[in-house]
Every structure is written in structure tokens, then in C-alpha cells.
């Protein structure tokens, strides 16, 4: 396969509350937007609030410790430990969203989106994976709440296509994608019938014509997909109506097969990518990849950000 030179960059804004901090365009976002490199395309990813993994500090604690309460759909705490200055730390129970609380973030959706456009990025991308607020109001692990955002499976979709729809009043169709991961577990995240509840979000995102649907097939570790994963994956396939794009323990070969066999349309790089700036030159020269290190993924100096060789 001839591998395209046209790329898509989707960076991932990742702090306590991203939303919130991008609250204006910042000079750092329009570098970002501005120095891409020639015939690419650059999306913004952004995610609402803290994902289930976060740790809330003690408001009375010492000076750096403070932290805004994380919020979620329902007050279950997670199973999970999260990685602070001292080391890991068990996770700390969320407080459960009022009705005031959803509309004051999906106006924050809405807020977000507006500031990439005028950032200068191309689209976005709405993160509903990996265990942030979107996925956890889609399972039922973390969502036990009793009004219209819980119980059935159209119900814990709301919060997904409320957001959809308030970042399309900002956005043309084309230019959102939609991140899912039905068989993520990362952080305690689980639920009792995912293949009904992500067939019911695939089916009530096929109606706004988006760019694109993003599928994380594998937990976050680089094991590759199991069989469970690309089972729900190609059912997933069936349903869509657009372009379909896979995520998860990929390397050449393996992206090859999935786009030649129409198991995906695209695939996408993560891991891979940390450890290999010039990935794509790689995957064109068929070049053996640098393997990343996972201990330096979350923190830390140079080594692991900017110390991966390039080809000569």
C-alpha cells in the first residue's frame, strides 16, 4: 500500500479542566494551529472536565494541593489509582452533576468549539472515550442516575448527542469527529451491555453527518486488540454510515490489512507516534519503528518527549 503523504494531526489538550482553560484562544493554541506541517490537516481534541482517573486534593491541605472538585454522572468512585507529585494515589470520589451542572458544561462544549475555530484549527474532535465525562455518562460502570441522562441506553446517550449538537451550532458537520471506546476498561470504566449502548450511539450519531467516527479498539496498554475488541469494532463498522477510523496497538502491516479487508476506512496512530516523530517516513520506507518507552509517557523531561532518533 502506498501510504498518503496528507496527514491529520489530532492533538489532545489535556489538563484538570481543559474546557475551562480554554476558555479564550490562547497564543500557544494558535502556534499549534499555525505550524503544521504542509498539507496536513489539524484537529482539536478537547475533553470536558477531569477524566474518572483524577484525584481530588484536599481544599484544607497545603499550599499546591487545592483542586476543584471532579465532577461526574453519578458519585461511584473508581477502582483506580492516578499518578500525583508524591506517587500513586487511590482515586477520590466524584461529585454526582446537577441539571444546571450539564447545561453549564455543554455551554462550555459550545465555548470550546467557537475558540479552536478562531484559533485557527481545520475541525474538532469530541473526546468520548478513555473514561472522560462523555463515557461516563455512556456506561453504565458510572452512571446510575435516574432522570433523563440514565438508565436506558438512549438516556446515557444524551449527554453525547446534546454535545454533538452544541458544538454542529459552531462547526459544519463535516469538519466534528466522535471518539468512542466501547471496550475501554481504562480507569475502572465498564459497562453491562456495550454492545447495545454503543449501537445506540452509532445509530443517533449517523444522524448529523459527521466527518468521521473514531473507534478506540484496545484498552490503553500496546497488546494490540483482542477478539472481543474487533468483534464490537466490525459490528460497530456495520452500523456507521461515514468514515470509520480504528485506534488501537497498530503498527504498517497491521493498518495495511485493516483498510485493505474494509475493516476501516483509516487507522491512527498513538504510541507509535510518541516514539517515532517521523512515523510517517517510516511506515512509506517500510523502516523498522523505534519501540516507546511506557515509563516515560506520563511525565518527566526530555527523555521520552524529544530524545526518540529520527531516520537520517
Known sequence: MKYRQEMLYVPEYVSRNPIQRFSRPRSGTRECARHRPEGSRLLFVYTCRTDRGAWLLDPEGPRGSRCSPRLA????????????????????????????????????????????????????EIHAANGYLIDQFLKTGSNQRTDEYGGVASNRVRFL?????????????????????????????????????????????NGYGLGYLHIVETAQNSKGSSEADLTMSAHLRTLWKGLYVVNGGYDGPKAEEAVRSGHADAVTFGRLFLANPDLPRRLQLGAAPNEPDPTTFYGGGAVGYTSYPALP
Not at 454526582?96 to 465555548?111: C, F, K, P, V, W
Not at 466522535?178 to 445509530?203: K, Y
Open 73 to 124: 454522572p453519578s458519585a461511584i468512585r473508581a477502582n483506580s489509582q492516578t499518578l500525583i507529585a508524591t506517587g500513586l494515589a487511590q482515586v477520590s470520589e466524584p461529585i454526582a452533576l446537577t441539571d444546571s451542572g450539564i447545561q453549564e458544561i455543554l455551554d462550555d462544549y459550545r465555548r470550546a468549539a467557537s475558540n479552536a475555530k478562531e484559533a485557527g484549527f481545520d475541525g474538532v
Open 161 to 205: 448527542t446534546q454535545t454533538v449538537e452544541r458544538v454542529l451550532e459552531v462547526w459544519d458537520s463535516g469538519r466534528v469527529g466522535v471518539r468512542l471506546s466501547p471496550t475501554g476498561g481504562f480507569n475502572d470504566m465498564h459497562d453491562d451491555n456495550p454492545q447495545e449502548t454503543f449501537a445506540v450511539a452509532v445509530e443517533k450519531l
